[in-house]
């Protein structure tokens, strides 16, 4: 059996930071936190509003984390710009809005192909791994493809957000068929947004998948039980599942 790997989003001990304009939490700290607790990478989202991450932020861990970086950005000339300075292994093509609370769906890549097919061209000639945050549905699958994107994460929110156990098996179904299909497609996944303890292990049990990236959810547990526990909570459900 394969293992799984944990990408931590240490987004929101920037929120907390950034609610009060102080220096503490420092994202870096936290990041050197779950690094020890046993996070395979460390997933950050500088968003064009600089909401939570911001581009100290960025340039510090560049520089201090041991494991990888994965830089979540929109499809922006300045995103691509901070990408190429920065250098980080991997870099998530997300879709993105000002207005949004978060991340509200994943990226239409059939109809912006020309712009993320040449998005992956620069990020790859810069030898960084890109992938695309797609919803599981073949048409965005197959243009994933056509982009030229080595991997793509795919968007858990509607699963996560399922509002009855009917409609999250019916979600958790269209999840495994997406996965199976870019699997077999040759498409290297990964998969995030809005996974928490309650519904990790159904999706961490899917052998297909090379990564998750969660985020809010261990942030929010660590306020209760701490960073190092919340992160090595997670990796164990997540290696239970995985058998
Ligand atoms: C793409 C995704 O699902 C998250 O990684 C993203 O970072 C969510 O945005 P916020 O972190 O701002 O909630
Ligand atoms: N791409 C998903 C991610 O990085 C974390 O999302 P969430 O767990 O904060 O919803």
Do not use: W
């Not at 996070?39 to 950050?44: E, P």
């Not at 960084?128 to 929110?157: K, M, N, W």
């Not at 999840?175 to 040759?186: P, S, T, V």
């Not at 990964?190 to 999706?203: R, S």
């Amino acid at each position: 059996m394969n293992t799984i790997y944990l990408g931590v989003n240490i987004d929101h001990i920037a929120t907390l930071r950034n609610a009060r304009g102080t220096q503490y939490p420092d994202p870096v700290h936290a990041a050197e936190i779950a690094e020890r607790a046993g996070a395979d990478g460390i997933t950050v989202h500088l968003r064009e509003d600089r909401r939570h991450i911001t581009d100290r932020d960025v340039n510090i861990l560049s520089q201090t984390i041991n494991t990888r970086m994965n830089l979540e950005m929109a499809v922006t000339e300045e995103m691509l710009k901070i990408a190429d300075e920065i250098r980080p292994e991997f870099c998530c093509l997300v879709p993105e809005k000002r207005e949004e609370l978060t991340t509200e769906g994943g990226l239409d890549v059939v109809a912006n192909l020309a712009k993320i097919r040449n998005a992956c061209d620069r990020l790859g000639a810069q030898d960084i791994q890109v992938s695309l945050f797609i919803d599981a549905e073949r048409d965005q699958i197959d243009a994933a493809l056509e982009a030229g994107a080595p991997y793509i994460e795919i968007h858990t929110g509607q699963y996560a957000h399922a509002k009855t156990e009917q409609q999250q098996q019916i979600e958790l179904d269209k999840l495994r068929q997406g996965i199976q299909y870019a699997h077999a497609q040759g498409l290297k996944v990964n998969a995030g947004h809005g996974l928490h303890y309650h519904n990790v292990k159904p999706i961490a049990a899917m052998p297909e998948i090379i990564e998750l990236n969660i985020g809010h959810a261990i942030i929010a547990r660590a306020a209760f039980d701490g960073l190092h526990t919340a992160v090595a909570d997670m990796k164990r459900l997540m290696l239970e599942a995985r058998g």
